[in-house]
Nanobody, 127 residues
Framework: EVQLVESGGGSVQAGGSLRLSCTAS????????IGWFRQAPGKKREVVSS????????WHDRSVKGRFIISSANANSTVYLQMNDLNADDTAVYYC????????????????????WGQGTQVTVSS
């Protein structure tokens, strides 16, 4: 059974930090790209960061670049999202998702066409 389990969400004051974890099971981890998406109330889901697990190549949306860092620990089948200098606009449910490495990044991540999704973890930033 394929599973993606997120953890590490919570409530924090503006300027604070959180680290999200996404632990995968049931598929060959290194053959996938992992993305972190978020959805705030009343807003569309958006991709914030992604990482290619075969070469570790990261990507961050400009809204989080310089504040968020995505990394992977392939031995533990886990991807992390270190979130620093959080602000109220970062408040959302954060989801990790996995997609096979085949196909163009833009088509997969921009449209959220992923193979597997986690259940989500709430991040709330108070000002």
């Amino acid at each position: 059974e394929v599973q993606l389990v997120e953890s590490g969400g919570g409530s924090v004051q503006a300027g604070g930090s959180l680290r999200l974890s996404c632990t995968a099971s049931g598929f060959t981890f290194e053959n996938y790209d992992i993305g972190w998406f978020r959805q705030a109330p009343g807003k569309k889901r958006e991709v914030v960061s992604s990482i290619s697990l075969d070469d570790g190549q990261p990507w961050h949306d400009r809204s989080v670049k310089g504040r968020f860092i995505i990394s992977s620990a392939n031995a533990n089948s886990t991807v992390y999202l270190q979130m620093n200098d959080l602000n109220a606009d970062d408040t959302a449910v954060y989801y990790c998702a996995a997609v096979s490495t085949a196909g163009a990044w833009f088509n997969k991540f921009s449209f959220g066409i992923m193979d597997y999704w986690g259940q989500g973890t709430q991040v709330t930033v108070s000002s």
